[in-house]
């Protein structure tokens, strides 16, 4: 009985110390990115870094930042097998730990969010898309995974109810819900992050936006791309030009309507 109590710790740590070792490597990644790092949560399927990034964030440093996590896992395996290899680890105990760095990598990996899979998925998305729209369309569609997630724990009552995945399904649909419903804060934060940059100091590809000049101001500011610094051109009836603007500009001007004024 102590042999099996002790076992279990054991792997019990081992579990806790592969997730704190995945999670360390968003965080390193994130620093060097000169990201601020808040908190890092541990969670029963895993764990959270909390980051404030400071300024535009690309892509690119998101995929950074979200892949780096997957990738402590990947070492993990090949070190477990040079260990097992080497007769260091027993074979079982190897077995063991690459199973756990598998499940927790590829369960990371599944395109939810807040998961990194989810995380990959909206910056690849926000290259294609306007990032209010990839907002909207990524937690959308977070939310139907999370709750066939549900369904299918639930559907195999035949083989025992999946609690497991059923926790976790139910923690990532009321997750995903919270962030669909505060999406305006994080498209606020966004505009906040471009609202500094300059046409001359952008090192983003410059790109046109054709608008109509009876097109509300909240509309336009939807259009705004992540990896672009986009110019408005602003149109009359005829489809003659009247107008350009740079998108700080536009920001500028959406932000002191949407923003209360500070006082003095």
Request: proline residues 5%.
């Amino acid at each position: 009985l102590v042999s099996v109590f002790t076992g279990y710790w054991v792997e019990l740590l081992t579990l806790f110390a592969v997730v704190l070792i995945h999670e360390l490597g968003h965080a390193a990644a994130a620093d060097r990115l000169g990201w601020r790092i808040r908190q890092i949560e541990l969670l029963p399927f895993g764990g959270v870094v909390k980051l404030d990034e400071w300024g535009p964030v690309s892509a690119r440093n998101e995929l950074i930042v979200a892949l780096a996590g997957p990738l402590q896992n990947g070492w993990m395996i090949g070190l477990s097998w040079l260990l097992s290899e080497l007769n260091v680890w027993s074979s079982d105990w190897s077995d063991y730990f690459m199973q756990a760095n598998l499940i927790i990598a590829l369960f990371n990996l599944l395109p939810v969010l807040p998961l990194d899979g989810g995380k990959i998925m909206q910056a690849l998305v926000s290259c294609v898309l306007p990032y209010y729209r990839t907002l909207a369309v990524c937690g959308l569609f977070s939310s139907a995974a999370s709750v066939g997630m549900i369904l299918f724990a639930c559907a195999r009552l035949g083989d025992g109810l999946q609690l497991n995945l059923l926790l976790v399904g139910c923690f990532l649909v009321v997750s995903n819900w919270y962030e669909y419903r505060h999406r305006m804060y994080h498209f606020l934060r966004f505009l906040l992050n471009r609202k500094w940059a300059t046409p001359e100091g952008s090192t983003l590809p410059a790109v046109p936006i054709v608008v109509a000049e009876n097109n509300d101001i909240a509309h336009v500011v939807r259009l705004l791309r992540r990896n672009k610094y986009q110019w408005i051109f602003v149109t009359d009836h005829r489809g003659r030009v009247r107008t350009v603007l740079p998108e700080t500009e536009l920001i500028r001007r959406y932000l002191q309507n949407k923003l209360p004024e500070e006082k003095p």
